[in-house]
């Protein structure tokens, strides 16, 4: 029975071929939009999940304090009021994981005839652990080296490319400031921060030569911001509070001054973007899913004049014993088929437009088996809703008035 009736909807699809395609060019439009939507939110989503899990994971960075100067307010870190020991002390709290004072810079890079332009990091062993930062070949400078502020430096993946071409890195010399270091280790590849900056256009080298060699130190032991690694998420605000108090007990801070330093908790502004990505993820998908609503409404308008123009049709079935639910059924299973091989048709142009975005526009593009499945099963409902209609005024039809229609 139901696949006589299946035979009858795809002899009427074939009959009114030009009807038929413009009725699932709606489905198909909408189905394929929502399938690129989805992969571009997906991608776009999935960028900055990778972005942030760049950065380190459970993260806080202190920053030093602002100043006046004039009637003027500098912001975060004017004022160099972290040290070495504030480090060293925030260390020992028992929920942090990893610390890493931070003394940053900018400088002029040379390797023979290359000469390259970066950021250069003073910071301690533990900044690999604090950022997760992997090392591509050689080995990261240690604590001797930070105690007797040794010229060694690990580079990042741009410095590679920018300065040594195909030369393998490990073991040359490069200079800073006119002064020579000894590259012992090469960073594995990170790409771009949530703010856009290249994180592999980096050098690290012991924090001591950066204060000492590099860059100065307006105060002895002095650093810009000290980044720190919370053991778990769920001690984050109790990692915070203890900051907090240790630093003002360090810094002699009265219940009612002003901080001299700031905290910043990273996972908070992470979850933040997070958030803001899959937002933008549904919300791409649902101004998609607009589309499969025009197209449901194409249908419905098809399937009623289909049903004006086989009347007469109808009028005989039902005269020659054909039930109300056979005829709805009918009319159901041509509305159902229609929308199901205009999905089928959506899906590829869906992925094929994906994967054109992604190669010619560099958009990140995920397919998921979920959204293809999801845009499939809303497309047969949407089918199956808008038909009901034109399939139940057919069933309801009185078979003398159809028999009389012209």
């Known amino acids: 029975m139901i696949w006589f009736m299946l035979r009858e909807a795809f002899d009427a699809m074939i009959a009114n071929r030009m009807r038929s395609f413009l009725t699932m060019l709606g489905m198909m439009i909408g189905v394929g939009a929502v399938i690129v939507m989805s992969a571009i939110g997906t991608g776009a989503q999935d960028v900055v999940e990778k972005s942030i899990s760049s950065m380190g994971s459970n993260l806080f960075i202190v920053l030093s304090g602002s100043t006046t100067s004039g009637g003027a307010r500098m912001g975060s870190g004017a004022t160099p009021t972290l040290t070495l020991s504030d480090a060293e002390a925030i260390a020992e709290l028992p929920s942090i994981g990893a610390v890493a004072p931070i003394a940053p810079g900018t400088a002029q890079v040379v390797y023979g005839a290359n000469n390259w332009s970066t950021t250069i990091i003073g910071s301690t062993p533990s900044a690999l652990i604090v950022r997760n930062w992997e090392l591509e070949s050689g080995y990261a400078f240690t604590d001797a080296d930070v105690r007797g502020a040794t010229r060694v430096a690990i580079v990042g993946q741009t410095i590679v490319e920018n300065l040594f071409k195909d030369e393998d890195p490990i073991g040359k010399m490069i200079r800073i400031k006119q002064a020579p270091y000894q590259i012992v280790g090469v960073l594995t590849k990170k790409g771009q921060s949530l703010d856009g900056r290249d994180q592999d256009d980096t050098i690290l080298v012991p924090v001591t030569t950066a204060q000492r060699k590099l860059f100065g130190s307006q105060f ?147 397919f998921t088996s979920q959204s293809i499945l999801s845009a499939f099963g809303v497309a047969a409902m949407v089918g199956i809703f808008f038909g009901f209609y034109p399939a139940l005024k057919a069933a309801k039809m009185v078979p003398i008035d159809a028999l009389r229609y012209q």
Do not use: C, Y
């Open 220 to 366: 002895k032991g002095t650093v810009r911001l000290i980044m720190v690694q919370a053991i778990s998420a769920e001690q984050m605000d109790e990692t915070e509070k203890a900051m907090m108090e240790l630093l003002h007990q360090r810094h002699r801070i009265r219940d009612n001054a002003e901080d001299d330093f700031s905290i910043r908790n990273l996972a908070a502004m992470a979850a933040a973007a997070a958030d803001t990505a899959e937002v933008m993820s549904l919300m791409l998908g649902a101004i998609a899913s607009i589309s499969l609503l025009v197209g449901g409404i194409g249908i419905m308008n098809i399937m009623l004049v289909s049903v004006t123009e086989r009347t007469r049709e109808i009028g005989i079935r039902i005269a020659i014993g054909a039930q109300e639910r056979d005829i709805l059924l009918q009319f159901l299973l041509e509305a159902l088929m229609i929308s199901l091989i205009g999905s089928l048709i959506g899906i590829l142009l869906g992925v094929g437009g994906a994967l054109i975005a992604e190669r010619f526009f560099s958009m990140s593009v995920i």
